[in-house]
């Protein structure tokens, strides 16, 4: 597989990760699909959902998330 490109620009696209919040936390973000979004466990977690990867474009700025698209075939499969 080539080179990753910025879907906006085709500008380079760099890896990294989203830190939101007010403390640092080694976890990368998640991502719950919409119809999860009442699915929530103990402690405000959501149970139904898949950690993201993040890249953002040297040259636009523009950031973009991605999941594992297994995980996410299965996940919705599940709640078929």
């Not at 990368?28 to 149970?47: E, Q, W």
């Not at 993201?52 to 078929?80: D, H, Q, S, W």
Request: charged fraction near 30%; aromatic fraction near 8%; proline fraction near 6%.
């Amino acid at each position: 597989m080539g080179e990753q490109r910025c879907p906006a620009c085709q500008g380079e696209l760099v890896d990294g990760v989203i830190i939101s919040g007010t403390m640092w936390s080694d976890s990368p973000a998640r991502f719950v699909p919409a119809r999860f979004l009442n699915d929530r466990s103990l402690f405000g977690r959501y149970r139904k959902e898949i950690p993201t990867a993040a890249r953002a474009c040297k040259r636009c700025g523009l950031i973009v998330f991605f999941v594992n698209p297994g995980m996410l075939e299965e996940l919705m499969r599940e709640e078929e």
